[in-house]
């Protein structure tokens, strides 16, 4: 069974400017969450879908969005990069409405210069 | 809001037994969680507590006592592959949220 695969696995990008981060879950999992990771801050929570539809979100500012498709796939955009935003994005599945036990990606490593 | 303190550096020796401990400041979550992360790895999950009292899953053992705020993660038999960091986490229906993280160093 495959597991959580992100893409892409690092990324520069300049300030001002906006990027797009996927992430496949595994395959059946119906719940996706993405999390920012950075030294200072720790894991911090963004949002989860879970069906398509959003259902939890972190104390994140209006330019981290998401979505999910109906194959669970899902994509998380920032826009108007900030240099704080340079961080490992983390996605997590689970089978559905517990999330006993998540399922975390290899992340994604964000540069933003 | 949620919040969970844990201390940010453990060291032990090869073979010894280690306890990280888990306080938190929340209410209304389904039961705390354990991961292990090695550098520029993912993280991965160890343990789940939803009761109270011990789950024990090969080497490592969990705790949680929702009366005391409190839970901790044993290792047992530390082998120098258990060194990483371990976070704990309080599940929120759909959501982490996570401690700062303990890096555990096992010497020789």
């Known amino acids: 069974k495959a597991g959580v695969t992100q893409t892409p696995r690092y990324l520069i990008k300049t300030r001002g400017q906006q990027v797009t981060l996927s992430c496949s879950p595994i395959?059946?999992?119906?719940?996706v969450s993405w999390y920012q990771q950075t030294p200072g801050q720790g894991l911090q929570f963004l949002f989860e879908?879970?069906?398509?539809?959003?259902?939890n979100k972190g104390n994140f500012p209006g330019r981290f969005s998401g979505r999910q498709f109906s194959n669970s796939r899902s994509e998380m955009n920032v826009s108007t990069l900030e240099l704080g935003d340079s961080a490992l994005y983390l996605c997590?599945?689970?089978?559905?409405?517990?999330?006993?036990?998540?399922?975390f990606g290899q992340g994604t490593r964000l540069t933003v210069v | 809001g949620q919040s969970l303190e844990q201390p940010s550096e453990v060291t032990a020796v090869e073979g010894a037994i280690v306890q990280i401990n888990c306080t938190y400041q929340?209410?209304?979550?389904?039961?705390l969680s354990w991961y292990q992360q090695h550098d520029g790895g993912a993280p991965t999950f160890l343990s789940y507590?939803?009761?109270?009292g011990l789950e024990e899953t090969g080497r490592f053992s969990s705790f949680l006592s929702r009366s005391d705020s409190y839970g901790y993660l044993l290792l047992q038999e530390l082998q120098m592959k258990d060194s990483a960091s371990y976070f704990c986490?309080?599940?929120?229906?759909?959501?982490?949220?996570f401690g700062q993280g303990t890096e555990l160093s096992v010497k020789p």
């Open positions: 997590a599945s689970s089978p559905g409405e517990s999330n006993t036990e998540a399922f």
């Open positions: 395959s059946g999992h119906r719940s």
């Open positions: 879908y879970f069906s398509e539809t959003q259902r």
């Open positions: 929340t209410s209304g979550f389904y039961g």
């Open positions: 507590n939803a009761l109270d």
């Open positions: 986490a309080v599940n929120l229906r759909g959501k982490l949220i």
